[in-house]
Every structure is written in structure tokens, then in C-alpha cells.
């Protein structure tokens, strides 16, 4: 976690552009190679505090700038993490999550594309998510879209957000030392619950908060009662079961949770078969109509 020496101030934060798969792209995607992919369970929001770069979104490209306000709905291909041309980049990060719970993370992207968790990681009050998902329920069901209309079901509510984060006060001091062991764990929650456990070993969760790994274990274990790669197993089969429900191919989903090869990914999976069963077998009981029955079997 860096240190600034001052707070960030969101005072002069506005939606300026909002850009949203449903409404027309940047331009077409010149070299898929540049960019690697990730799709998630929840929605997210992006917020452009400080910085320009291009990101991927449902296959096109986008410029992001700052006032930028990137719309991410469940499910949708998108860039992941940052490409090595992208450098001195503020992002505010809001994760909707399906405990309707309203997350957010203000992540510093440096030269590489290196991103360091600020700390400045808190959630907002329940009142606040079930706003948001109204709102981008009600978009899905416009008839036609259009930068004014998406404009009206977010900009403000977005703008609320981002006056609660100044109306709040929230002193960032960045002094990672001083930070209790509760903010820590939860912001080592919150990342490996975005990145669907991919990529979250101890070593990268340390170069992500500037923590010692063993340190972090050790924290983490004893504010949430489990090991981190617990929790990394968790994302991971909550995902695989859902991607198996949207009909994604076992290949993709052991890319998508960044398995080495589709035989590691075989051979995890074996290993928690059970644990992906019953939840897909819940999600077909939630989504077939009475007397309806579904052929879709998980691969072994």
C-alpha cells in the first residue's frame, strides 16, 4: 500500500462519460493478444479519478479518461487487471456483489501496469446497492440506449457516491503500519472475491498491499476463521458452477480462474466435484419451472 502523505480528496469527482457495452464502442479491437480477459459473478463499476488508458469491454475498445464512468453487468468479457503501457492511473473500483452488498477500492496503477491496493477499501450502506441495481436493472430493460438515457439512471447516483466517500471524511493517511488487522482481511477478501481467486497467491496479495505473505496468512486466518486459499477455493467453485449454469466450456473456465493447463484445472476440480454439484444442482432447482428437467452435467 503506498504512501502519499496526504488523503484523497473526491471533492471535485464528477460522472463526466459513462460507457456501457449497450451503447457505441470506441473502436474495434486492433490486437486481442494485448489485452487478457476475465468475466465475474457480480457487477462492477469503474470511476477514473486520475489517468488516460484503453480497456476491453465486450470485445471493443474503449479510451478512459478522467470523469469516466465504465459499467461492467455479470458475465461481461472484460479487460483484466492492467496491459505494461499503463502507468500513473487513480481507479475507483465499486463491486456489486450478490449479497447485495456495495463495495468499493481505490487502486494506484504505476509504471507496467503494476496495481497497488491504496487500502482505501471500504463498503457502503445497503440503502446504496439496492439503488444501483435498480437502476441498472431498469437499463436492461430500456428499449433503446442511448448516452442520455444511461445517463439518467446512473449519473447521479453515482455522483451520491462519490460525495458520500468526501462526505464521510475518510482520511486516507497511508501509513499501511497503523491499518488494523479487520481492514486488511477485508481488503484481502474483496480481491480474491473480484479476481475469482485467479492469481491471488500469497505472493501476489503481498506485492498488492506491500504486506509480508506470512503476515497476511496470518491475519486472514485469524479475522475470518479460514486460510486464504480456503477462500480461493470458494470463489472458485461458486464460479465454476455458475459458468457451468451460463453453459461456458470447461476449457474456458480454467482459463478464466487462471489454471496452468485444462489438466490442472481437471484435476481441481475432481478434487471438489461434490462441493460444484450441489450448488449446480441448486441453481437448476432456482431456474427450472416445476416438471422441467435439465441434461446439463458437469464434466469429470
Not at 102 to 124: P, V
Given at each position: 500500500?503506498e504512501?502519499?502523505?496526504?488523503?484523497?480528496?473526491?471533492?471535485?469527482?464528477?460522472?463526466?462519460?459513462?460507457?456501457?457495452s449497450?451503447?457505441?464502442?470506441?473502436?474495434?479491437?486492433?490486437?486481442?493478444?494485448?489485452?487478457t480477459?476475465e468475466?465475474?459473478?457480480?457487477?462492477e463499476?469503474l470511476?477514473?479519478?486520475?489517468?488516460?488508458?484503453?480497456?476491453?469491454?465486450?470485445?471493443?475498445?474503449?479510451?478512459?479518461?478522467?470523469?469516466t464512468?465504465?459499467?461492467?453487468?455479470?458475465?461481461?468479457?472484460?479487460?483484466?487487471?492492467?496491459?505494461?503501457?499503463?502507468?500513473?492511473l487513480?481507479?475507483?473500483?465499486?463491486?456489486?456483489?450478490?449479497?447485495?452488498e456495495?463495495?468499493?477500492?481505490?487502486?494506484?496503477?504505476?509504471?507496467?501496469?503494476?496495481?497497488?491496493?491504496?487500502?482505501?477499501?471500504?463498503?457502503?450502506g445497503?440503502?446504496?446497492?439496492?439503488?444501483?441495481s435498480?437502476?441498472?436493472?431498469?437499463?436492461?430493460?430500456?428499449?433503446t440506449?442511448?448516452?442520455?438515457?444511461?445517463?439518467?439512471?446512473?449519473?447521479?447516483?453515482?455522483?451520491l457516491?462519490?460525495?458520500?466517500?468526501?462526505?464521510?471524511?475518510?482520511?486516507?493517511?497511508?501509513?499501511?503500519?497503523t491499518?488494523?488487522?479487520?481492514?486488511?482481511?477485508?481488503?484481502?477478501?474483496?480481491?480474491?472475491?473480484?479476481?475469482?481467486?485467479?492469481?491471488?497467491?500469497?505472493?501476489?496479495?503481498?506485492?498488492?498491499?506491500g504486506?509480508?505473505?506470512?503476515?497476511?496468512?496470518?491475519?486472514?486466518?485469524?479475522?475470518?476463521?479460514?486460510?486464504?486459499?480456503?477462500?480461493?477455493?470458494?470463489?472458485?467453485?461458486?464460479?465454476?458452477?455458475?459458468?457451468?449454469s451460463?453453459?461456458m466450456?470447461?476449457?474456458?473456465?480454467?482459463?478464466?480462474?487462471g489454471?496452468?493447463?485444462?489438466?490442472a484445472?481437471?484435476?481441481?476440480q475432481?478434487?471438489?466435484?461434490?462441493?460444484?454439484?450441489?450448488?449446480?444442482?441448486?441453481?437448476?432447482?432456482a431456474?427450472?419451472?416445476?416438471?422441467?428437467l435439465?441434461?446439463?452435467?458437469?464434466?469429470?
Open positions: 500500500m504512501n502519499q502523505g496526504k488523503p484523497y480528496d473526491f471533492k471535485d469527482c464528477t460522472v463526466r462519460q459513462i460507457i456501457s449497450h451503447l457505441a464502442s470506441a473502436g474495434e479491437l486492433e490486437d486481442v493478444d494485448d489485452f480477459l468475466r465475474h459473478l457480480h457487477r463499476m470511476y477514473v479519478v486520475r489517468g488516460e488508458n484503453d480497456t476491453l469491454l465486450d470485445g471493443k475498445v474503449y479510451h478512459l479518461a478522467p470523469g464512468l465504465l459499467l461492467i453487468d455479470r458475465w461481461e468479457s472484460h479487460s483484466y487487471l492492467y496491459r505494461k503501457r499503463d502507468h500513473d487513480l481507479h475507483l473500483w465499486f463491486f456489486l456483489g450478490s449479497d447485495n456495495l463495495k468499493f477500492s481505490l487502486m494506484h496503477i504505476d509504471a507496467q501496469g503494476h496495481c497497488r491496493n491504496t487500502g482505501y477499501s471500504n463498503k457502503f445497503r440503502e446504496y446497492s439496492v439503488i444501483l435498480d437502476r441498472w436493472d431498469r437499463m436492461k430493460k430500456l428499449k440506449y442511448d448516452e442520455e438515457s444511461v445517463g439518467y439512471l446512473f449519473r447521479s447516483v453515482v455522483n457516491l462519490l460525495e458520500e466517500l468526501m462526505i464521510q471524511d475518510f482520511k486516507l493517511q497511508q501509513q499501511p503500519r491499518r488494523n488487522s479487520v481492514d486488511l482481511a477485508e481488503v484481502v477478501s474483496n480481491h480474491i472475491m473480484r479476481a475469482n481467486g485467479r492469481n491471488c497467491s500469497l505472493m501476489e496479495l503481498e506485492r498488492l498491499t504486506f509480508n505473505r506470512f503476515y497476511l496468512a496470518h491475519v486472514f486466518r485469524q479475522r475470518s476463521g479460514k486460510s486464504v486459499g480456503a477462500l480461493i477455493n470458494e470463489c472458485r467453485i461458486q464460479f465454476t458452477a455458475e459458468a457451468y451460463q453453459g466450456p470447461q476449457k474456458n473456465i480454467g482459463m478464466e480462474l489454471f496452468s493447463s485444462p489438466a484445472f481437471s484435476k481441481w475432481r478434487n471438489h466435484k461434490a462441493a460444484i454439484d450441489a450448488i449446480c444442482r441448486r441453481l437448476r432447482m431456474n427450472e419451472k416445476p416438471g422441467q435439465s441434461s446439463s452435467k458437469i464434466k469429470a
